[in-house]
């Protein structure tokens, strides 16, 4: 990459318009319909279950497997990135758990 390659390239992506155009690529990609004219429904349902997988853990793995492909990493999608639907469910242990077992170490001990 030469310097000039670098310098058309921090353009590039500091353009303001060529994320616009790029957010409206991915929302047609996300609802296109199907040829009949109808919109898609989901014939099967697979649940993938994850823990620790938050915002920060994934667009770390991302950036990493991009880069271990040689690429800068943040423009790299993983693999559920290009499913049609996906969620995040966030819970908290504390508000959630029994008011009788403590976090960490001493939740054996509490009984």
């Known amino acids: ?13 500091s353009d303001r318009e060529y994320w616009y155009e790029q957010a409206r690529i991915a929302l047609r990609k996300r609802l296109q319909y199907a040829p009949d004219g109808k919109k ?7 649940l993938f279950v ?11 793995a991302r950036i990493l497997r991009g880069q271990r492909m040689g690429k800068s ?5 993983l693999a559920w990135d290009s499913f049609p639907a996906v969620a995040l469910a ?11 077992i403590k976090p960490g170490a001493y939740s054996r001990d509490s009984f």
């Open 50 to 60: 994850g823990d620790g997988m938050g915002v920060a853990t994934t667009t770390a």
């Open 73 to 77: 990493g943040e423009d790299h999608e």
């Open 90 to 100: 966030k819970v908290s242990g504390r508000k959630y758990s029994c008011v009788y």
């Open 40 to 46: 898609p429904h989901a014939k099967n349902v697979i």
């Open 1 to 13: 990459m030469t310097n000039a390659d670098f310098i058309n390239s921090r353009i590039l992506f």
